[in-house]
Nanobody, 112 residues
Framework: QVQLVESGGGLVQAGGSLRLSCAASRILVSFATMGWYRQAPGKQRELVAS???????NYADSVKGRFTISRVNAKNTVYLQMNSLKPEDTAVYYCNALSNYWGQGTQVTVSS
């Protein structure tokens, strides 16, 4: 069974940075489209960033220029570097593989 384990969330002040990690098992991140999604209270889950097997990346307009998705194949891990964080980035962040598998989520809270 595919497992995705997120880590790296926490509380940060506006303007700060966090790096989220998604460690995968039973799936090779280098061969899969991986994504980071987020869900704020009362809102629908939305795509934040994705990376394909070829390395192409895609970002939500709201995070372009501030967030970077990457992967380290040797660690079978996908990362989301989040800079210049804003209070509106507050949400539970989920790792996704192949649009089918989900991690348990990690809370990110940005204080103003």
């Amino acid at each position: 069974q595919v497992q995705l384990v997120e880590s790296g969330g926490g509380l940060v002040q506006a303007g700060g940075s966090l790096r989220l990690s998604c460690a995968a098992s039973r799936i090779l991140v280098s061969f899969a489209t991986m994504g980071w999604y987020r869900q704020a209270p009362g809102k629908q889950r939305e795509l934040v960033a994705s990376i394909t097997s070829s390395g192409s990346t895609n970002y939500a307009d709201s995070v372009k220029g501030r967030f970077t998705i990457s992967r380290v194949n040797a660690k079978n891990t996908v990362y989301l570097q989040m800079n210049s964080l804003k209070p509106e980035d507050t949400a539970v962040y989920y790792c996704n593989a192949l649009s089918n598998y989900w991690g348990q989520g990690t809370q990110v809270t940005v204080s103003s």
